[in-house]
């Protein structure tokens, strides 16, 4: 069966510090990677996806970037991190086919100070 | 371009009653539709989706929706709310462009079960 993990599930940071977190998916390959944020009482907001190695699309322009190094790793990035950024994100996969479910992760809840 | 909107922001029920979660949606193509759950502090969790099989979704928990296309709805209904099903639920639709997998989600409704 197919997993997906988060980590760390929790960081507070002080503004200007970088982030990074990452996302790992087992069980499954060549999936498709997603990166959400959940602001405080808001809905979810898709910063970036992935259908494969190297190829990250973004979409809304802020202070973060995305990598995908490996086939089944998505790393979430920040050189200097902005009070805005705090919230909890979360990390999906899906097969990638237009009628396919996406499996989210535990997520991590980042506080900036 | 599709588009998803849930009526309601917040949802209070009493124990044992109806769950009624209203979504809509706006699709030029035949929609895929999910609904998701979430809990305090916790990923979302797959409920039910509809793939144009049977309008009649049943999904996990004793939740289910419908499929109506002359409403273009897809609301998520339980005949009896358990204290447990106290959360955050969530619709999407698939975005049809391309194999990007990308879900266009609602703004979510906040279920609260009162005793």
């Known amino acids: 069966s197919q997993t997906i993990h988060q980590w760390p599930a929790t960081l507070v940071q002080p503004v200007g510090s970088p982030l990074s977190l990452e996302c790992t998916v087992e069980g499954t390959s060549n999936p498709n990677l997603y990166w959400y944020r959940q602001a405080a009482g808001r809905g979810l907001q898709l910063l970036f996806y992935?259908?494969?190695?190297?190829?990250i699309s973004s979409e809304v322009p802020q202070n973060l970037s995305a990598s995908r190094p490996q086939d089944r790793q998505f790393i979430l990035s920040s050189k200097k991190l902005l009070l805005s950024d705090s919230g909890f994100y979360l990390c999906?996969?899906?097969?990638?086919?237009?009628?396919?479910?996406?499996?989210f992760g535990p997520g991590t809840r980042l506080t900036v100070t | 371009a599709q588009s998803v909107t849930q009526l309601g922001s917040h949802v209070s029920v009493s124990e044992g009653a109806l769950v009624l979660l209203r979504c809509n949606y706006s699709s030029s193509v035949p929609p895929y539709l999910f609904w998701y759950v979430q809990y305090p502090n916790q990923g979302l969790q797959l409920l039910l989706k509809?793939?144009?099989?049977?309008?009649l979704v049943k999904g996990i928990n004793g939740f289910e929706a419908e499929f109506k296309k002359s409403e273009t709805s897809f609301h998520l209904t339980k005949p009896s709310a358990h204290m447990s099903d106290a959360a955050e639920y969530f619709c999407a639709v698939s975005d049809r462009l391309g194999n990007t997998g990308k879900l266009i989600f609602g703004q979510g409704t906040t279920l609260q079960v009162k005793p």
């Open positions: 992935s259908v494969g190695i190297g190829q």
């Open positions: 509809y793939t144009s099989a049977a309008t």
């Open positions: 999906a996969w899906s097969r990638g086919q237009q009628s396919s479910e996406q499996y």
